[in-house]
């Protein structure tokens, strides 16, 4: 069964500083992977998807994320953080249904950001 | 063109109550699914619907049922509830839920306080 582990509960990080999110996933065949962001009280949005082709994939705000299949990893990049940014960050992979061909997410339990100003 | 919606927006329900949860898809999209997110945790899949029938079920008991009508919105049931189920329940929806291409877009989501 696939799973994802954001090992970082809460990271502060100051206005214009960079941001790296961890994010490693177990799944036995090629993994389909996604970056979502929940702001308080709203649903969850969408920031970026890997599902093949260039490990490099470029999202919406700015954000970036690398795959990298030798470490299970797809760490999530901003080069300079912004107070807007501040909000509740989920990794997913995409795997079929057991015994189906329709997809779910499993996501992993979240990483909270603070931007200090 | 609007999102998807939810109703209710909160729901404070007593233990061994039933509730009906709520979701209007995106126009022309054929899929949803429900997940449960418990504070501090990510979400969990409870059920997707594609085309009207159940497609996907996740690791929850018997008493949560789901359906989907005609018109692609769908219901999510929870019988005897217990207070483990306080949670907020998202609905997602994509245009079809047999390709991981087909992205899911959520809801804002339903909280449910169970006392």
């Known amino acids: 069964a696939q799973s994802v582990t954001q090992p970082d509960i809460h990271i502060t990080v100051s206005e214009g500083a960079s941001l790296e999110l961890r994010c490693n996933y177990s799944y036995g065949a090629t993994p389909y992977l996604f970056w979502y962001v929940q702001s308080p009280g709203q649903g969850l949005q969408l920031l970026l998807k890997y599902f093949s082709g260039d490990t490099l994939v470029q999202g919406i705000k700015g954000f970036e994320a690398e795959f990298k299949r030798s470490q299970s990893s797809f760490n999530l990049r901003k080069p300079s953080v912004h107070w807007s940014d501040a909000a509740e960050y989920f990794c997913a992979v995409g795997a079929k249904n057991s015994g189906g061909s329709n997809y779910k997410l499993t996501f992993g339990k979240g990483t909270l950001l603070t931007v200090n100003p | 063109d609007a999102g998807v919606t939810q109703s209710p927006t909160h729901l404070i329900k007593t233990r061994g109550q039933h509730v009906t949860l709520r979701c209007s898809p995106i126009s022309g999209h054929k899929s949803v699914s429900w997940y449960q997110q418990v504070l501090g945790q990510g979400p969990q899949f409870i059920f997707q619907?594609?085309?009207?029938?159940?497609?996907g079920r996740g690791n929850f008991p018997d008493r949560f049922s789901a359906r989907q009508f005609p018109n692609y919105s769908s219901e999510l049931n929870v019988n005897a509830l217990l207070l483990g189920d306080s949670a907020l329940y998202l609905c997602?929806?994509?245009?079809?839920?047999?390709?991981?291409?087909?992205?899911?877009?959520f809801g804002p989501g339903t909280r449910l306080t169970v006392t």
């Open positions: 619907y594609y085309e009207k029938e159940e497609r």
């Open positions: 997602a929806s994509s245009l079809a839920g047999t390709a991981i291409s087909y992205e899911q877009y």
